[in-house]
């Protein structure tokens, strides 16, 4: 069964880092979302992104963050200069339509801890 | 803006009884609502979804719901509970533009 693969599984870093998190969505899927839950805390929505353009952001999602699809295959999350509350699990999830048959199928998570 | 209370953050039941978890939801319009499952170390996976039509809605692993549009409500239900059930489970409704709002999630958990 096609599954979404996220790495790392689990990301340490220094305060003010660059971190990049990847994502591998379902092959024919074209709209990709990125979700964070910070521990103990609801899963959030960050970002979604289709046709190489952010569709929709929260604002949790500041100049920080941004993503990309660097090629076919992949999508990725950047956060350029980490803060010790970006600490939380990241989710990648993708969907091959929107509205009504909008079903989004989510990676496993990287779980980001940032010292 | 919409959003999603589940009821219980812990729930426990035991192998063989019925596992009610429960969530309300608000929203201004009709809305698509979700329950995911997630189980250790693994992404979140779809268990039911509802858009339209008939209320109660069967998912996998013997899981359904019913949306209530009076109640505002979409509890999770399942007949008899198994030991591989003991899990996280979301509540989510899907606003305009196609982002999920998740409600707080129900860790249950499945006594022998």
């Known amino acids: 069964e096609p599954e979404v693969t996220q790495t790392p599984s689990h990301q340490v870093t220094q305060m003010g880092q660059e971190v990049i998190l990847r994502c591998v969505p379902i092959?024919?899927?074209?709209?990709f979302y990125w979700y964070r839950q910070i521990l103990g805390q609801k899963v959030e929505f960050l970002v979604s992104?289709?046709?190489?353009?952010?569709?929709?952001k929260s604002e949790i999602f500041d100049d920080q963050f941004s993503v990309e699809r660097p090629d076919g295959s992949n999508f990725t999350l950047k956060i350029r200069s980490t803060k010790l509350e970006d600490s939380a699990m990241y989710f990648c999830?993708?969907?091959?339509?929107?509205?009504?048959?909008?079903?989004?199928?989510f990676g496993a998570g990287t779980r980001l801890s940032v010292l | 803006a919409q959003s999603v209370t589940q009821l219980g953050s812990h729930v426990s039941v035991s192998e063989g009884a019925l596992v009610l978890l429960r969530c309300n939801y608000s929203s201004s319009v009709p809305p698509y609502l979700f329950w995911y499952v997630q189980y250790p170390n693994q992404g979140l996976q779809l268990l039911l979804k509802y858009t339209t039509g008939a209320t109660l809605v069967k998912g996998i692993n013997g899981f359904e719901a019913e949306f209530k549009k009076s109640e505002t409500s979409f509890h999770l239900t399942k007949p008899s509970a198994h030991m591989s059930d003991a899990a996280e489970y979301f509540c989510a409704v899907m606003e305009y533009g196609n982002k999920l709002v998740f409600g707080a999630g129900t860790i249950l958990r499945v006594k022998s």
């Open positions: 092959s024919n899927h074209l709209y």
């Open positions: 999830a993708s969907s091959e339509e929107v509205g009504a048959k909008n079903i989004q199928y």
């Open positions: 992104f289709y046709n190489n353009e952010i569709s929709e």
